[in-house]
């Protein structure tokens, strides 16, 4: 089994109008380093006010081929994928350190490139550890080309549309064509940003005198108040 904590690739130089329409125009297989194409969040509209996180946890797979599993799997360019290497399902865990909360999770195929390699049915598992996962979603489709979300509505309490996990499971349970092993060109998961606040709040009092006002000023959360980051 492959083992590696692996951090995500820093942001992109480019800065496209939406990621998708720009992955869809391009092969990546043509893609040189004068023109890169990034799977990098903060360039996607979808995804502004959640954090990518992802380097807070260590990735594992079931099996791949030799220089196509963690490391190519959370690269930033979908030219590079994990390819499995033996009997299905094919597993890809993901470790956070601790519980988490997950408000956004996706997987990135494309059929055109991988065709008997891409997945058709995946189940999504979470849990405490290895012995209590827990199935919360399952996707199954046709010809997928781009990002996949995986349904969180209802996984929470009180219908949430969120995942408090320390372990998240991804299965490939079928490909294309009957095709044996798999190929996965990018998974992300996210969790809402709270650390953006504004640098002061402003309050508005009206006073006895015509037209004016009293002013009280908030402050930013100093960084040690914030919730402890794993680093």
Same mark, same amino acid.
């Given at each position: 089994?492959?083992?590696?904590?692996?951090?995500?690739?820093?942001?992109?130089?480019?800065?496209?109008?939406?990621?998708? /329409?720009?992955?869809?125009?391009? #092969?990546? #297989?043509?893609?040189?380093?004068?023109?890169?194409?990034?799977?990098?969040?903060?360039?996607?509209?979808?995804?502004?006010?959640?954090?990518?996180?992802?380097?807070? =946890?260590? +990735?594992?797979?079931?099996?791949?081929?030799?220089?196509?599993?963690?490391?190519?799997?959370? =690269?930033?360019?979908?030219?590079?994928?994990?390819?499995?290497?033996?009997?299905?399902?094919?597993?890809?865990?993901?470790?956070?350190?601790?519980?988490?909360?997950?408000?956004?999770?996706?997987?990135?195929?494309?059929?055109?490139? #991988? /065709?008997?390699?891409?997945?058709?049915?995946?189940?999504?598992?979470?849990?405490?550890?290895?012995?209590?996962?827990?199935?919360?979603?399952? +996707?199954?489709?046709?010809?997928?080309?781009? +990002?996949?979300?995986?349904?969180?509505?209802?996984?929470?309490?009180?219908?949430?549309?969120?995942?408090? =996990?320390?372990?998240?499971?991804?299965?490939?349970?079928?490909?294309?064509?009957?095709?044996?092993?798999?190929?996965?060109?990018?998974?992300?998961?996210?969790?809402?940003?709270?650390?953006?606040?504004?640098?002061?709040?402003?309050?508005?009092?009206?006073?006895?005198?015509?037209?004016?006002?009293?002013?009280?000023?908030?402050?930013?959360?100093?960084? +040690?108040?914030?919730?402890? /980051?794993?680093?």
């Amino acid at each position: 089994m492959s083992n590696l904590p692996v951090s995500p690739s820093g942001p992109s130089t480019i800065e496209p109008n939406t990621l998708q /329409e720009m992955v869809d125009d391009v #092969d990546p #297989d043509s893609v040189t380093e004068d023109d890169p194409i990034s799977l990098d969040p903060n360039n996607d509209p979808s995804c502004d006010g959640l954090r990518e996180i992802s380097g807070l =946890a260590s +990735w594992t797979v079931s099996t791949c081929k030799p220089s196509c599993g963690v490391q190519a799997l959370l =690269a930033s360019s979908p030219s590079h994928f994990w390819q499995s290497d033996g009997p299905q399902p094919h597993l890809l865990t993901i470790h956070f350190v601790k519980r988490v909360t997950i408000t956004k999770m996706r997987v990135y195929l494309d059929f055109l490139l #991988d /065709e008997s390699y891409t997945p058709t049915r995946m189940q999504f598992l979470g849990g405490t550890g290895m012995h209590d996962l827990v199935q919360f979603a399952e +996707w199954r489709g046709d010809e997928p080309r781009g +990002w996949v979300d995986v349904e969180l509505q209802g996984v929470g309490v009180e219908g949430k549309a969120e995942l408090r =996990a320390k372990i998240v499971q991804v299965k490939v349970l079928e490909n294309h064509q009957n095709g044996k092993d798999t190929h996965v060109r990018g998974v992300q998961v996210f969790a809402n940003d709270d650390r953006v606040e504004p640098s002061r709040t402003v309050i508005s009092e009206e006073t006895e005198g015509p037209g004016e006002s009293k002013e009280y000023m908030g402050m930013q959360k100093a960084d +040690w108040m914030r919730e402890p /980051e794993i680093r």
